[in-house]
Structure formats: structure tokens, C-alpha cells
């Protein structure tokens, strides 16, 4: 299943088989990328239907995005339990493939597997299966090339996500008051010291000066005092993961 948003991209289908649909992916403002979705076969001989669909178009002169589930791994870097890797006949195509078609992995964030054979203790086997490719012209397109590897949910993959393009747009500037600051002692003195203050106008006004001045100083105390929160936060999903 391929998924996109009208309101920022139209799509079209270039061609589709067992194992990839490539598409031209048109972003307003961004020009025609084009994109394929892989679920390589297991077997070795039916994935050389999948690479050869892949060169059909390689050879256009635009951003090349190829992503998904390869079945196929390069090295034992990409390989945790089970049987010692081997640069059989499998990997050495696939390797082939990529300096052909000059497709160039952009490395990656989070967990280094992205598949699991969900079994534990000397049977458990790791894998990272799926990764994202792009070519020269996409990354020399692109200010960063950012691919995550997020958690296993109801899944024995990662799902992947590739970020390529910043946010134009600025924030309006609207703070958020974070539900974790209560847990901190220092907040409710922050609050204190800022309802002390006294503020002229009516008293609308001054509730709603107080309120801004109070989210104000939580956000930079936040920014200066618990800047490794998400820190943490990373460190905990991968415990979880």
C-alpha cells in the first residue's frame, strides 16, 4: 500500500510488480522525485526480477529514492545470532546493483535492526532488512538525508521513515505548557514568584499577563534545566525496543 498527501504532492505510477512500485512523486515547490517501494523476495533468483525492474529507470536524470524491505543484507555488520554471514551470491548482486545504478545508503537513527524472528535467547536472530537508498542527484538535492529506524510494534520489522526536506514555515511562536513540568519542584516556585508579581489592568488582562509571563519562564527553564530530556527519552525506547 502506497500512501500520500494530494494537498502536497501529486503521484503517478511509472510501473508496478510483485516485488516494487516506482512511482514519480511530484512535491509542489520541490520538483518530481522518483520513488520505489521494495519487498524483495527471499529467493535469490526472484530478486533479480526486482533489480532488474529497478535499472529499467535508473538511468533518468532526477532524485532516486528506493526504499523498503531488500531481504538482503551486505555484511555481518547488518546481522546479530543465527549463522555467520556470507558474501554469497545474494549480497554480491544486490552490491552489484547499488554501484551500477549508483545508489548510495545515507546511514540511519534508533535501533541498528529493523527485523526480528521474535524468538529469545540463542535462536533470536537480528537483521537489518530494510534501509532507504538514494542517488547522487537526491543527495546532493537535499540540505540533510535523515533515515529512523523506529520501534517494533506489533511487527518483526522497524518501520523506516526518510526525512529530506526542513520545514519551510516558521512556528507562530505559541508555547505549550508540557505535563512533565509538574513533576519538578522548581515549577510551582516559578509559578509563585510570577503570580507575586502585581500587573496593571483589568483583571482579564492581568490573568492573562500572568499566564503568558508564567509559561514563558517554565519554557526556558525547561530549555536550560532539562535540556536532556530527550536525551532520555531516546535512550528509554531503545530499552523498550
Known amino acids: 500500500m502506497v500512501l500520500w498527501r494530494s494537498d502536497l504532492a501529486s503521484f503517478s505510477v511509472l510501473k508496478e510488480a510483485d516485488q516494487c512500485i516506482i512511482r514519480d512523486l ?17 529467493e535469490v533468483i ?5 533489480w532488474g525492474s529497478l535499472h ?25 545470532g543465527g549463522r ?9 548482486e544486490m552490491a552489484d546493483f547499488l554501484n551500477v545504478n549508483d545508489l548510495h545508503d545515507v546511514g540511519f537513527v534508533g535501533p541498528r535492526f ?27 538535492g537535499v540540505q540533510v538525508a535523515v533515515v529512523r529506524h523506529l520501534a517494533r510494534v506489533a511487527s518483526d520489522h522497524c518501520s523506516i521513515v526518510l526525512k ?30 510570577v503570580w507575586r508579581k502585581v500587573y496593571q489592568g483589568s483583571d482579564m488582562e492581568i490573568l492573562n499577563k500572568k499566564c503568558k509571563k508564567e509559561l514563558k519562564e517554565l519554557f526556558y527553564w525547561s530549555k536550560a534545566r ?10 528509554l525506547k531503545e530499552e523498550i525496543s
Open 26 to 42: 511530484n512535491v509542489f515547490n520541490k520538483g518530481v522525485w522518483m520513488i520505489a517501494t521494495i519487498y524483495g523476495h527471499k
Open 56 to 80: 529499467e529507470v535508473s538511468n533518468r536524470k532526477i532524485p532516486f529514492i528506493v526504499g523498503g524491505d531488500f531481504n538482503c543484507i551486505l555484511s555481518q555488520e547488518d546481522k546479530r
Open 114 to 140: 529493523t527485523w526480528c524472528n521474535n524468538k529469545s535467547g540463542g535462536e533470536r536472530i537480528l537483521e537489518r532488512l530494510d534501509s532507504c537508498l538514494l542517488n547522487s542527484i537526491a543527495i546532493n
Open 46 to 50: 526472484k530478486r533479480r526480477e526486482l
Open 164 to 193: 529530506i526536506f526542513n520545514n519551510s514555515y516558521k512556528r507562530n511562536g505559541m508555547l505549550k505548557f508540557e505535563d512533565f513540568w509538574i513533576s519538578y519542584k522548581a515549577s510551582s516556585f516559578i509559578i509563585a514568584r
Open 84 to 92: 555467520k554471514f556470507v558474501f554469497s551470491q545474494g549480497p554480491k
Open 226 to 235: 532539562i535540556r536532556d530530556f530527550s536525551f532520555e527519552k531516546e535512550k
